[in-house]
């Protein structure tokens, strides 16, 4: 880290500076400059906030050279991250693919959609019983009840569930049904409950949050790696920008950064980040292309009927055009599509 | 509510479209133009999504015409809310001035703060004691034995406390305790937390996220309303952008934005609305100029020791010079500065 | 045009709003509703801005139906059009990769550049001659003489050559040299420039401002086309958001909005719009697999000579590389690489 | 300026930026860090852009410690530059406030509109006559015929006319007549335009551009003084955000930043920092408090028939009502109102 001084700092600024930074149990690298005295700040600087520096008198700016998170970081972890998961990978040469709906209606309507995505390439099944919803007047999903259809899908289809957690009292329930928690974009700031996450072993699909950073995106993943749980995947989602046209903005770049910052996999969610159906397709094939190890979509059996979302929900037929069209462009970036081992028992559920 | 249909909408479309009207109970008002068809939903709109209809086939956009919040809108309410809180008032003729540090960081710094700012006209002390931080690493706050401390703050000054609660399991200790509820920018679309929060009836501070509307704001403050607690102010502390010369951008806008839309006492914080403690008298005098019904301000009594926000702490001193400007302006607008009725028994804590 | 009243609207006021909206030449459509009265505006309204009717007294919101823009837009010319560039077209099943140095330097560093993007694949030449600087200290750029090397390098190479235009006072000199005139980011609302480029017949590359919508864009391409002139291309180059990891953030999704809006072809800067050479090949794919129509892209021989924008611009090997990803993915989007047919006579400029 | 090298970056790579350093005519001061080599960069660096290092290998970021502006910089001039306006200055202990209409319209509209808002208060007076208009469509303003009118209006009323110019080729005539030329917020980087005006010796109200930084804001600033035309005031008028409540959002902070960055006077605009006449006194009232030096306001004798802004425009007995208040502030900041000392002579005109 590198504290500059003001350039009418005084001796005993410089001074009082020092004696915080090794105070902080860090060493002292001094700068006398014409234009400025730099002190740099010197070991292990990762988990020292620089505010700590920031509010001392006759301080200009701190600069940080070593990023905040270490755990989540590339440099300290140069090999990406395989997550196993129930017979697939994600962060390898397989591109996941995450479909189904916002959230669960009913028994049919997951069960239908499951076997949809399934039969059209999916690797996993989302859909929400928790529902974080703008209005409190708005559905907010089907609670337990639904995470047990979510099973009973599962079991049909093989494929393994991904559900949104929103409060950490929720936690013990949905570690007995689900194979993927997802922290939303409205939690990823959520403290609480991402330390209760790292001290679970269930895996994790962190989304980025509608105006974070990526450097705040990681230092979220850091809570949760800090609390011991490795298995956290990171979820460009779209951000919010001065653009009306969609209902956020892929941050497409997003994608290679957060590839070369982090060993964790990348994957992006082209139904939030653009909101509408018609575009999803085109962001898809763009995300896979950049080089994300997967895709969370949201598909619906009947788009205009959904409680949630539907108008960036894809009918299975568009989606499984979609997902051709992603085995194509992963073919050329060197990959494949992955596939659940799950049994697929269809006819079982009727 | 107004559906637009697309130019080329089939007529089975547009009665597809008014059978779900119909089914949400609402009337339909049929406009077919050159242009375009128009199918007016017409009854309780406010808690029905625009979204059950975004989805639908033909339709091009839904655009609303009542707002989507019905407890928080002035419409329904068009005298201002005014909020009791230990003695003064927030919403009427008083300016309430909350100041206090970031955190809770020992007795002698609580009580020594809580003394400055008493003696320089604030009329209720704010402190963190959970703390939601960016890094795993920094420091979480003082927990339970911070609110301790808080109470004896104001055992000694009289001043009413205001505290950050991050969540839901938090509700119990933190009712026992303190006078004002403060909902921060990362928790405002926290529902699991606003829904308790509504159940209790301790009075509330709702900060606006960082990246959320004026709208969301006011639909965050409906989810409390709605759980029957009305005890309810509203707090901007600025909105991130793209400017990087100050923390956030204070969005001054929103003082006379949510006066016009919302009965529910407005107030900002210069503190981290700037992030730097030169520039929060002038952006304190600005709200009050503008409209604001209070002030949340960070003072630490050793800005350069704080364990956080120190860059954007006010010296007492600096605080007692902005609360004279704050004064002199809040007189202009035909208001006072309020004064909280707790004894102040300085003498007695050391 | 929908023009919705406020509740409390008086019949004066409708009647007054009527009046106007007949004066305007347009048709009235009344419709009383519960909620509101609404005004329907019908007739050749794309020409009409809603500020007309907005301040009128009563008035609450106004709505466009059709887009404030007729020859840009795609409902009123459904075929793509396809831009004919001196061999090769835009728009149509060829992708075309215009690249170069930021700056013309030299004439070895500009003929070296074309010699090298020409082996590499690229189908045009892009330099400035002109620049636009932030800082008035800066390297402005070589004016007519930059042109000459130019019009030298496209003798050696037959590529076309793409250069920005800054000013209307350019435009006599610039006709002269270049194949296609380039309207910088920040004067894509340069209203005088845009007019005198509608009224020549050179091809227009016009890029999306730093903070332009997408309507903002295509209503700047409207002036040109009002002009006269049909040859407009549209490129994407990032805009700015809060997000400081990249220079700009890509906006992606206006890829897919764009085409879908409009008929003019639309191409994507993957330099300008992530700022970092690193991520431009992931990006320049990205761009593709959604459906751009072509890259600019900043090649420079040796990036940390380069007077400007060194930071983004690819070594020509690696740019050689990328543009065979992008033959690939171009391949599987039924696509193909742009080849310029102008001569190719390396050995006589030495 | 620092250039941080990266981790890993070899002897010659810093071997070869301090040899760039020093062709730039800087000294070096070398740092060999634990975590990293720093070289800092001393000497005139005001003039020497970033991105003159950024590209070179090794490099990791480069950070200014000076500013990038010279003239501007209140480090270099530390008193407030004191403009005299047609008797009245800016920047000293008066409080200008221009008014008038969005666009000249009329002789009677014009005329009318300099008596009503030279009775209420007004220092000068505001009119556009070329218009800078995101559609071709719109009414695009009067041109000379406007100045004209302009100069009758100042002729009865002894404001002086504060007049926008789009391009260099406006600038003779624009000279003829107006006593201020102001820049707007599209043409803030239309450095041709800057460079021009640079040489003249007319006074210049310079808008900040929708999503420019406050820096660049100075940078554009820097163009003018740089020509060797001292004559410049800044103008806040709001910013491009993800808000959609009001046209832009003003960004107030940026008074008391500029205060702190530069000598030079700095006014707001609250007609377009929030695009809504009834937020327009509370947000005027809010920039005195906050420092400003003046402000500039729309006002229109009958918004509901403004060609243009009919929808921010005050009218005038609303525009009295916020001068008066605004007087109270500027009391209460230890300042007054200026008054323009031509004759008035109200009489002479019909």
Not at 221 to 229: M, S, V
Not at 322 to 342: D, P, T
Request: hydrophobic share 45%; with cysteine.
């Amino acid at each position: 880290m590198m504290i500059i001084m003001k350039a009418n700092a005084t001796p005993q600024q410089v001074e009082a500076v020092i004696a915080q930074v090794k105070s902080a149990g860090l060493n002292v690298h001094l700068s006398q400059g014409v234009e400025a005295t730099i002190i740099g700040a010197i070991g292990e600087t990762h988990n020292i906030p620089a505010e700590r520096f920031e509010g001392l008198e006759g301080v200009d700016t701190v600069q940080r050279i070593t990023q905040p998170y270490k755990l989540a970081s590339r440099q300290f972890h140069p090999e990406n991250t395989i997550l196993p998961i129930d017979g697939f990978t994600v962060g390898g040469d397989e591109i996941a693919i995450i479909a189904g709906p916002c959230s669960v209606e009913s028994r049919s309507q997951i069960i239908e959609t499951a076997i949809a995505v399934k039969e059209a390439g999916a690797s996993a099944l989302r859909g929400g019983v928790f529902k974080p919803r703008t209005s409190p007047y708005s559905f907010q999903g089907l609670g337990e009840d639904g995470l047990e259809l979510l099973a009973e899908a599962r079991e049909v289809t093989g494929l393994p569930i991904v559900v949104e957690i929103m409060s950490q009292v929720q936690l013990d329930v949905m570690v007995k049904y689900v194979d993927v928690l997802q922290v939303g974009a409205r939690n990823m700031q959520n403290f609480n409950l991402l330390r209760v996450i790292g001290e679970s072993r269930t895996a994790v699909l962190l989304k980025r949050g509608l105006s974070a950073t990526i450097e705040e995106l990681l230092m979220s993943a850091e809570y949760i790696l800090a609390g011991g749980n490795q298995r956290v995947m990171l979820c460009e989602r779209g951000i919010r920008t001065f653009e009306t046209a969609t209902r956020n903005t892929t941050d497409i770049n997003a994608i290679p950064v957060l590839k070369n910052l982090t060993h964790l996999p990348v994957i992006l969610d082209p139904s939030h980040s653009t909101g509408l159906a018609d575009y999803v397709p085109a962001i898809a094939r763009a995300a896979v292309a950049a080089g994300a190890d997967g895709l969370i979509v949201e598909v619906h059996p009947d788009p205009a009927k959904a409680v949630s979302d539907g108008k960036q929900s894809l009918r299975p037929e568009k989606f499984a055009e979609m997902v051709k069209q992603v085995g194509q462009i992963a073919q050329i970036m060197g990959r494949r599509l992955a596939v659940a081992q799950g049994e697929y028992t269809k006819q079982g559920w009727a």
